[in-house]
């Protein structure tokens, strides 16, 4: 009679192992989170890591190879819902920071959200200086770009003077200070940029599909 052997770990065993992980890391776990062997145990069982994290939490695996269009359809059901651009960490539903994989994809954040909304927060801040720098009037401060946006969408104050810092340092807006306020103005760079997007119809809020 053949010899019965206990197995190491069933299938519930292997479950609930994925299931601590993720409650006391707030990630699924990956193939390296596990001692040697663990991973051929499990694609026995599951066919596969990704099937395993599928089984146990319902959720993509940290080793799911995203497609462009997955990502845009992920920005765009966040928008819909939010009305703002997302954080990295708040596009994947385990909260996963997906800003590499966007970044290799797309080439930057402010190109992956102008491929999928039409829009993103350069062309916002961009939009905004055109809209109070008006023939004759060359200076917008923070505040007043802030306020301008704000007009259409949820727009953190952090995200607009992180934005002017960098379209500075990339030639589209020529930045100083004045009385010690800041001002911004739109140069050739910033305006010929700038024409690649349709502004927004009056009181048109929502981007993505």
Same mark, same amino acid.
């Given at each position: 009679?053949?010899?019965? =052997?206990?197995?190491? =770990?069933?299938?519930? #065993? %292997? ?28 694609? &026995? ?18 080793? $799911? ?5 997955? +990502? ?10 939010? $009305?703002? !651009?997302?954080?990295?960490?708040? %596009?994947?539903? #385990?909260?996963?920071?997906? $800003?590499?994989?966007?970044? &290799? ?7 992956? !959200?102008?491929?999928? %909304? ?10 905004? /200086? ?7 009037? #060359? ?6 770009? /802030? ?11 952090? *995200?607009?003077? /992180?934005?002017?810092?960098? +379209? ?10 004045? #009385?010690?306020?800041?001002? $911004?103005? %739109? ?8 024409? &690649?997007? *349709?502004?927004?119809? &009056? ?7």
């Amino acid at each position: 009679m053949p010899r019965q =052997y206990k197995l190491k =770990y069933t299938n519930e #065993d %292997l479950l609930n192992a994925a299931c601590e992980f993720y409650k006391k890391n707030n990630t699924p776990p990956r193939i390296a989170d596990f001692t040697p062997g663990y991973a051929v145990t499990v694609k &026995k069982r599951f066919g596969s890591w990704s099937a395993y994290i599928d089984a146990a939490l319902k959720m993509r695996s940290n080793y $799911h190879i995203w497609k462009p269009e997955e +990502l845009t359809l992920l920005v765009c059901a966040f928008w819909n819902k939010h $009305h703002r !651009f997302p954080a990295y960490t708040e %596009l994947a539903e #385990d909260g996963r920071d997906i $800003h590499a994989i966007i970044a &290799k994809q797309f080439g930057s954040m402010n190109k992956y !959200f102008e491929s999928a %909304l039409g829009t993103s927060p350069r062309v916002e801040v961009l939009r905004a /200086i055109q809209e109070l720098t008006p023939p004759g009037c #060359d200076v917008a401060t923070p505040s007043e770009i /802030i306020a301008q946006i704000r007009k259409k969408m949820i727009f953190p104050t952090n *995200l607009c003077r /992180i934005t002017i810092r960098f +379209l500075a340092s990339d030639g589209y807006i020529v930045s100083g200070k004045y #009385d010690r306020t800041r001002w $911004h103005k %739109l140069t050739p760079s910033g305006k010929t940029f700038l024409n &690649k997007f *349709l502004p927004l119809n &009056k009181g048109e809020t929502k981007r993505g599909s």
